[in-house]
């Protein structure tokens, strides 16, 4: 699979616009910032007039008087300049600070609302590198790229009106060179977009290498594979070597070219306005202040070549800052479900109807996303609340289906999923989602003490709540074995604990959450049967009177379940109870006499 | 991560160090900037040159050299016939030195990114290398900011920096050199300023250090965050926490924002001071310089120069005072990147051996912690070569304690006991031998973003990749991927997808299944061909049929290899030729399982448990032990599925 490539679009105003609203907030700083650079500007411009009056007035005619109100007013420039300085960069900051908080919490509440299958399809590092670092890199230019130019073209301009007024024909000959440097610009900027884009992918492939070699460090040390992957890895920073080259190649290209142009200007200047001063055409005076200007835009024009190719670049980053925005999520809350029941960060709880756990599969039909193959075909089936159904088949036969549809983490291709009678689109995921407790097989818990785990997200939950879930999932015997028991930090995706420790923990989780839909997807296929069997009891008591989906291999949580759904090759072949499914003789049968078998006694 | 020790002296140590094989790059760009910044220095000195000299006659300003390059051209009047040649030379110069600038540019870009490239390997190499115990006590998102934000930080630096301070420094001296030249007071009055400049600098250079470092430390917090936030969005969303999410994310965001800001308030005054500073530098030369004038102890000429002369010296003074700033942040990043490199990597054994593994293993009276708890109690057994080894256990009571300590992912600390294959501790074998000998299917396996063709074969490949050249291209040997595939019993499944076994699983790409997972990568460690096989409940998430399949495939795939299990279903124990109840980090019992079931102890206790169903449908211990042998054939639809 491949990172999303962005076509060979050319600079374009239209990407630029879509970070508009982004800078909106900031105008006023952004303004300020500016009316500083002016002043700034004038104040860089007029300082050397005080050493032309310094020449004139004192020291031609050999006096010092009038000297007095002339420190002061040279000092007080400087002591103005600095406080300028310091507020201008202060302002710069500002935007550059907040519109990259501003970028950042922007993706990440589209990534809390973008469906699983995108996190399928992407890898974590490479989210991650939009996250961080493009948009920092975007916030940077905006801010200080902005400014720089302004400054810069400001002072540009200045000295070109001066230029005029003092000449205009030998102006328009320095202004010759404008063309040509729109010329080499355009010829350039598609090179700065496609090697800035490069350069992007390339670190956010590294990125995702960085998270891959590092969260998969432990399998890798198994597997004695560390120089391979250094070898993959020196593949990608070979990528990241030749792309970055290829941009500091460019900006070495075109920097010094645009140098060339001006000084060609200014030597152009220098034979013309010579032989004018020769002819007695031009004053000596005026050809010596026209080229004095002339040399002083000489920095400023290098200065605006320089920020005018990193500005080009940062196409590439708003580029891919809005790939991530404008992805759709695959599931949406319509308007007036937002309105009724508010959004994922803002709900309207007051509006929230309570939930029974009658769940029914009208004519649905499912294919994945990123699939091509019916997974359910015009499927019914009706869940009175409080009814535990389990989902049995071989490993890998879809049984994950079902729940992701009932829990809308997916939505039926056609047909329905009712809850309590209601399409489930006619509500707000939150208002399901904060109704479930599910168990996965692979159990994550986040960084933080196992206290903070099973609370998860509940600011205000009493110890006591804490420890009785604990106990009732015989977690409780996981925090005895631990140093500092319920503060004791689980490490990141809790790997300081075993898997079985993590599933207890993420069961009390669940538990404590008090959820009326209960999913336990292979939730105790690491623990040990002792355990288990503690837990069992726990387990029917805390399934009554919940909807709940068991996704298990061990016959007894089956057998006493109110409906068994046998699922193969992402079909249901066989639904109804117990009793019901071995009276059929069917592939159940077959598969539970295996299993009772297999389970007493064992194979080879 | 340890506190990080702000060593800002280490920046150039830094990159000294790691730039070595580039450095060459280094010292040609300083030499064609040295060029570049003489061409660029020269031109406007040409023009005012024609100007003032050729075009006017302001002799009395102009510097001694520009006079006596005025004679050596052959006076005023031969230069205005040809004013072209002053033209063409500012032409010649800007060329030259655009040339330069380039050169410069180029060779700064190759020897910046080289040093880059290799940095970013070695980063990603010594993380792979480095022990365990490191992953575990270090978040990966911290590691990476590290590793990308951190390092361009550096990479800005050498690419923008580094020359810059050459360029500077070789600005002021010129300048100084010349001033000296003209008046040795008023050059003291202009260097009066530079004590105060380089006073304020050192103290802006440690605030900003400070400010930056938990600044820096702040964006580590945050990519944290977000990488959590990003691994965990299953769990996130089936708990509707999406809201607390955002919450913290908001709090380190702003965290990582703020402190950002207050260290820009730190740098807005330190340019705005730096401006004042030199701003009056520059004052002070204008004025003193216009009274000295005045008094006649120096010319109007001479005050022009000097004036001109100490502008030239103020600016890059003010420049170096940023890059000082620069070099402050540049600290703390080096710093950062250090801390990881300095770690240590699993230390070098050169007098490990290779012995053959086929041979007993030997606990004796291991004792091992990972904190302060033990987890291992004074644990003595004995694995015969060759035989099917079975370990029953509660969760918590340090089975895979030992699969880590067996494949030395963690060692025993001296006086803690010792594990023997054969003669040979563990400890003198190499590590990676040992690795790659002792077959480890972790509990919850990792598979890479690759083809599951890829995944399986990723170790295979590894090991002939020694025996032959670094870099070839190595063939998949599919048919023996298609066998190991074939005894984890994941061949069928393989199958179905769209893509066979050029399906892309891993972080991006399908999602496998807990039990098509586990299968991969038992599929994946069967490739070695180990002489010990480690299977630490490699078969939760699988169903017991083909659980049932898988053993009675291995029993024939793996030969003569010594084969140790570790799982909660008696089932999958039974036939082991020994097995172990681990309690609590000790032995409770050990035997085979005939010998288990008839002495009451934990062992038989979990056996009835199991059994219980059996015994509910009716079936006796006899008919079990008659019916058990071909329970798998007994699958429905012969277990084609």
Known sequence: MQEQDYGAKSFSLKVWKKMLPFVRPYRGALFTAFALMLFLALVDVSIPLFLAYAVDNFVRPGTTAGMGPYIALYAGMILLQGPAVTWMARRAMHVEMNLGKDLKRATFVHLQTLGLS?????????????????????????????????????????????????NWRLALLVMLVVPFVAALTAVFQSKFLTAHRAMRRANSRLTGAYNEGITGAKTSKTLVIEDRNARDFAQLTGQMYKASLRSSLLSAVFIPIIIFFSSTAVALVLQRGGVMVMENVLPFGTLSAFISYALSILEPVQQIARVLSDFIATQANIERVDGLLSQEPGIID????????????????????????????????????????????DFNLTIPAGTTVALVGETGAGKSTLVNLACRFYEPTKGQVLIDGVDVRERSQLWLHSRLGYVLQNPHLFSGTVKENIRYGRATCCKTRIYNAARLVSADLVVAKLENGYDTDVGEGGDRLSTGEKQLVSFARAVLADPPIFVLDEATSSIDTETEQLIQNAISHILQGRTSFLVAHRLSTIRDADLVLVVKSGRIIERGTHDELMAQKGYYHGLYTAMRIDESAGAP | MKKNKKSNGGVLRFIGRYTAGHRHWLVLAVLAVLVSTTASFLIPQVIRFTV????????????????????????????????????????????????????????????????????????????????????????????IQRCTSDLDVVRNFVSAQLLEVIRTVILIGVALGLMFSMNVTLSLISLAFI?????????????????????????????????????????????????????????????FANLWLKLGRTLSIYWGTGDIATGFQIFTIVVAGAIFAVNGTITLGEFL???????????????????????????????????????????????????????????????????????????????????????????????????????????????????????????????????????????????????????????????????????????????????????????DAISEFTKGYDTVVGERGVTLSGGQKQRVAIARTLMLEAPVMVFDDSMSAVDLETDAKIRAALKEGTGASTVILISHRINTLMAADNIMVLEDGRVADIGTHAELIRRPGPYKRIYDMQSEAAADAGQSLEEIAAGGADGAANTPEGGGV
């Not at chain 2, 050729?54 to 005025?70: D, I, K, N, Q, R």
């Not at chain 2, 980063?123 to 978040?139: A, D, M, R, S, T």
């Not at chain 2, 999410?245 to 702003?254: A, G, Q, S, V």
């Open chain 1, 118 to 166: 995108y996190y399928n399809q992407n890898a974590v590092g490479w989210i991650l590198a939009r996250v961080m670092s493009d948009t920092n890199h975007i916030s940077g230019t905006v801010a200080w790229a902005l400014t720089d130019m302004f400054w810069s073209i400001l002072y540009v301009v200045f000295v070109f009106g001066a230029m005029l007024l003092l």
């Open chain 2, 305 to 491: 120069v000097f004036v001109s002369y100490n502008q030239s010296l103020a600016w890059p003074i003010r420049a170096l005072g940023r890059v000082l700033s620069e070099m402050s942040k540049t600290g703390v990043s080096t710093g950062r990147l250090q801390e990881i490199l300095d770690a240590e990597e699993e230390p070098a054994e050169p007098n490990a051996t290779k012995p053959d593994l086929h041979c007993d293993i030997r606990f004796d009276n291991v004792t091992f912690s990972y904190d302060k708890l033990d987890v291992l109690k004074d644990l003595n057994f004995t694995v015969p070569a060759g035989s099917t080894f079975g370990i029953l256990g509660a969760t918590g009571s340090g089975k895979s304690t030992i699969t880590y300590l067996l494949n030395r992912l963690y060692d025993l600390q001296p006086g803690f006991g010792s594990i023997w294959f054969g003669d040979t501790e563990i400890r003198e074998i190499d590590r990676q031998y040992l690795r790659r000998n002792v077959g480890l299917v972790l509990q919850e396996p990792f598979l890479y973003s690759k083809t599951i063709e890829e995944n399986i074969a990723i170790a295979d490949q590894v090991q002939r990749d020694d025996c032959r050249s670094e870099t070839a291209d190595f063939e998949i040997d599919r048919r023996r991927v298609r066998r190991a595939a074939g005894i984890a019993a994941v061949d």
């Open chain 1, 334 to 377: 319509s308007p007036e479900v937002v309105e009724k029941y508010g959004t994922t960060f803002e709900p309207k709880r007051e509006n929230w109807e309570p939930i029974k756990g009658d769940i029914e599969f009208r004519d649905v039909s499912f294919m994945y996303p990123d699939g091509d193959e019916w997974v359910l075909e």
């Open chain 2, 195 to 255: 004590p105060l400049i380089g006073a304020y600098s050192t103290v802006f250079y440690f605030l900003v250090g400070k400010r930056f470092l938990a600044a820096d430390e702040a964006e580590g917090e945050l990519t944290i965050n977000v990488q959590e936030n990003l691994t965990g969005v299953r769990v996130v969303r089936a708990f509707g926490r999406e809201h607390y999410e955002l919450d913290r994310f908001d709090k380190y965001n702003n965290g």
């Open chain 2, 52 to 143: 003032d000299l050729v075009l006017g006659s302001e002799t009395e300003g102009a510097p001694p050299y520009m006079l006596a390059a005025l004679d050596a051209l052959g006076g005023r009047d031969s230069l205005r016939a040809n004013l072209i040649w002053c033209a063409g030379a500012v032409v010649v110069l800007s060329v030259g030195g655009g040339l330069f600038t380039f050169a410069s540019r180029l060779c700064i870009a190759t020897g910046t990114e080289r040093f880059c490239r290799d940095l970013r390997e070695r980063l990603y190499g010594h993380i792979q290398k480095l022990p365990f115990q490191w992953h575990v006590e270090n978040k990966t998102g911290d590691i």
